[in-house]
């Protein structure tokens, strides 16, 4: 089974309040309110799940691709849902072993292209793939 560290509730809050702060925002709680807690549960749940003595997602990139995929698709927050997930995929790739090696740009741009995509993406599964860096 997966050794693979996990991102905590209390881990997404903190880095909404970091979003909500780089943007300016002076209320978190308001622009940025959780409205799906389970949702976030779901997100932060569903790349560890194990059904028969399998892991759904074996690989760290591959719960790094469905912890992100989530965090957006379950819209958990009012405003913010694609920056809060690329900054939590950084988090949770670093807690990890890996390193992200993808611009602000870049990462932006995936987010984006996650939000039209579903769980099990080929390509947002080998962008993800071919930029976290074990190490």
């Given at each position: ?15 909404r309040d970091a ?44 719960k790094a691709a ?70």
């Amino acid at each position: 089974m997966s050794s693979a560290l996990h991102l905590s509730l209390h881990d997404v809050l903190a880095i909404r309040d970091a979003v909500a702060a780089a943007a300016g925002v002076d209320d978190p709680e308001w622009r940025f309110e959780l409205i799906n807690p389970n949702g976030l549960i779901t997100a932060l749940t569903t790349p560890f799940q194990v059904a028969f003595g399998v892991e759904a997602f074996p690989a760290v990139p591959d719960k790094a691709a469905a912890l992100t995929f989530l965090l957006i698709a379950n819209h958990p927050f009012r405003d913010g849902n694609k920056r809060i997930a690329g900054a939590a995929l950084r988090l949770f790739l670093e807690r990890n072993g890996y390193r992200l090696q993808a611009s602000a740009a870049e990462l932006e741009a995936f987010t984006g292209q996650v939000l039209h995509a579903s769980l099990r993406d080929e390509q947002v599964l080998a962008w993800l793939a071919g930029r976290a860096e074990a190490g």
